[in-house]
């Protein structure tokens, strides 16, 4: 049976000018979500309101059954340590580790168990030790997937993950993030500019005109 893992409600905001009004948005265990859009539509601010790093201006977030913009920064915290897990286009490694340092870093810290199989399917095994100079673009970003994946997250916030990826290795990466929301009680939001990959998910929207149409 599916849990609800985000619930938000009448989500506004706007920097310079609107970017979207009373958007509604729920996502349960199993399920994935895709947002799409023009460049400047608002598709990764929406995901930074949703993962904790941006209060809206107005509206509510229900995030794995906490009320998100009242928890203080230390219960915020302890949400991104264990529980929700964000994948950007940019990898953000540890230039002066290897491969397998950077993602025991993420299991360290979240207590729990590297699953191997997360680096068969990725395939990255074979580069574990190498660092990270000598691995290219797309490999330091399956390494990073592999560092998110490896902490077992409720929820996976992927803003453009496959945007430095050739359409082969893209492909790859949402084998392997589609393939983990099955089999575990975790749920997906993808933002992203490729709507072959975002036709993949179970529901996929458009922003545009300030709200979501699900296309």
Do not use: W
């Not at 190498?130 to 592999?146: D, H, M």
């Not at 084998?175 to 996929?204: M, P, Q, S, W």
């Amino acid at each position: 049976m599916s849990q609800m893992l985000l619930e938000a409600t009448h989500i506004s905001h706007s920097f310079d000018y609107t970017l979207f009004t009373d958007i509604d948005f729920t996502l349960a265990s199993h399920e994935s979500k895709a947002i799409v859009g023009r460049s400047g539509s608002g598709k990764s601010t929406l995901l930074h309101i949703f993962s904790t790093f941006l209060k809206p201006n107005n509206g509510k977030v229900i995030l794995l059954g906490e009320d998100l913009y009242r928890l203080n920064d230390d219960a915020i915290e302890v949400l991104r340590r264990f529980d929700i897990g964000i994948i950007f286009q940019f990898h953000y490694l540890f230039k002066g580790m290897s491969a397998m340092e950077n993602i025991e870093v993420a299991s360290m810290l979240s207590g729990e168990e590297l699953d191997e199989s997360i680096l068969e399917k990725l395939e990255i095994k074979e580069l574990m030790g190498q660092r990270l100079g000598e691995l290219s673009g797309g490999q330091q970003q399956r390494v990073s997937i592999a560092r998110v994946l490896s902490k077992k997250p409720r929820i996976i916030f992927a803003d453009e993950p496959t945007g430095n990826l050739d359409k082969e290795t893209a492909a790859l990466v949402m084998d392997v993030l589609l393939d983990y929301i099955k089999n575990t009680e975790a749920g997906l939001i993808l933002v992203t500019h490729d709507e072959v990959l975002a036709a993949r998910c179970n529901t996929f929207f458009r922003l545009e005109d300030k709200t979501l149409h699900k296309q």
